[in-house]
Each structure stands twice: as C-alpha cells, then as structure tokens.
C-alpha cells in the first residue's frame, strides 16, 4: 500500500437516495485527508418492476457506481466505510446479501485489523439510526475489524439547532417518512469529518 495514499471502500446500498448523498460526503472526507476511495453499491433484490418512480430516479442518479464484487473489493484495502439504511433497526437484506456471500474472506482473514465504520439512514429522528449501525458492527466483528466510531469532539452530533443525525456510533441521516427530507449540510459535514477520520486512522495502522 501506498501509506500516503489509503484505499478506502465505501460500500452503501440506497433506495431513495439519501445514503448516497451521504457516501458522496463521505468520499470527499476521504479525499481530503488523501485517502484513495472505492465506491461501489450493493446489488438490488427487489425487481425492477416493484420499483417506485423515486427508486427509479434513484437508480439513474447511481448508474455510475459499480456493483460491489464480493470477492474482488474487499480485497487489497485499507478500510472499509458501509452506508447502511435501517430496516426495521437492523440492515437491509440488500447489505445482508452482500455480507452472507463473505465466507471465503472471513476464512482467509482478509479484513482482520482494516478499520471500519458505518452510518446510517432513518425515515425518523428515532427509527432505528443507533441499532442499525451497531447490529452491522457484529458482521464487522465478526470479520475481525477495527470498529471506528465518531468521538465527541465533532460537536456537530450535539446540535441543538436542528433535528439531526449523528451519534457517537456513527453518522447518519434522517429521510422522512416518504423520503422528503435531504441531508443537512450539518449531516453533510459530519459525513464528510468521519470519511476523514477514517481514512486518519487507516494511514496510522498501516504505517505500524
């Protein structure tokens, strides 16, 4: 690995578009502290001719982003960032599916000490944010990664000024209960300090 230079997959599924908003401010995070990122989404499960017209608007704005390969792009990175929306407060079956096809990498431990974080999507300010990011911890755990959290010293999770995402498990968004509401910029920002810091934290384990 290049240490000035950390491959850092960003592994997201999105429906409506909000995580992908987020993982484009997380990509930044990681660019601005040098980072190299690898953005892919998770296969879809629900078929084409299910989806809504705000899923579909969804899928053209994420035509670009390529669908992770389970046994290429966990490979030969340095960190790993997953953008995980809730369902029902645990991981959709979209990132489960992903995961569940990871047995050969669990095997050859090809996570073990890679830092690794998460953030999350809730269509409400209590639906389900803090479980979903630390139930997909387990997997993570499992695979024998570094957890990375958001300490408190990015004081944007405290805000008092607005409903908002964020927690000292990681950040995250709120949608709406039809998906109407954007990322604030101060979900924005936060997403882009934690793409930051984990990238920071990715150099330093490479370098020992």
């Not at 705000?54 to 997953?82: C, F, N, S, W, Y």
């Not at 999507?121 to 389900?128: D, I, K, L, P, R």
């Not at 968004?173 to 954007?182: L, P, S």
């Amino acid at each position: 690995m290049s240490q000035s230079e950390p491959k850092i997959l960003v592994l997201f599924y999105s429906m409506y578009g909000h995580v992908f908003k987020m993982s484009e401010a997380v990509v930044e995070g990681i660019r601005r502290a040098g980072g190299a990122p690898i953005v892919r989404q998770v296969a879809d499960l629900i078929p084409e001719d299910k989806w809504n017209e705000q899923m579909k608007a969804t899928k053209e704005m994420m035509k670009d982003v390529p669908i992770a390969d389970t046994h290429r792009d966990l490979r030969g990175i340095d960190g790993l960032i997953l953008g995980v929306p809730t369902r029902f407060g645990n991981m959709p079956a979209q990132m489960r599916n992903f995961w569940d096809q990871t047995s050969r990498e669990w095997m050859e431990g090809v996570l073990i000490g890679k830092p690794a974080a998460v953030f999350s999507s809730t269509a409400t300010q209590h639906g389900g944010q803090e479980t979903t990011i630390i139930s997909t911890m387990l997997t993570l755990f499992h695979h024998g990664c570094i957890l990375v959290g958001f300490p408190y010293s990015f004081v944007e999770q405290m805000t008092l000024e607005e409903i908002s995402g964020g927690s000292p498990y990681g950040v995250s968004t709120i949608a709406g209960g039809q998906g109407e509401r954007v990322p604030s910029d101060n979900e924005l920002k936060m997403a882009r300090d934690f793409g930051e810091h984990l990238t920071k934290i990715a150099r330093k384990l490479a370098e020992d």
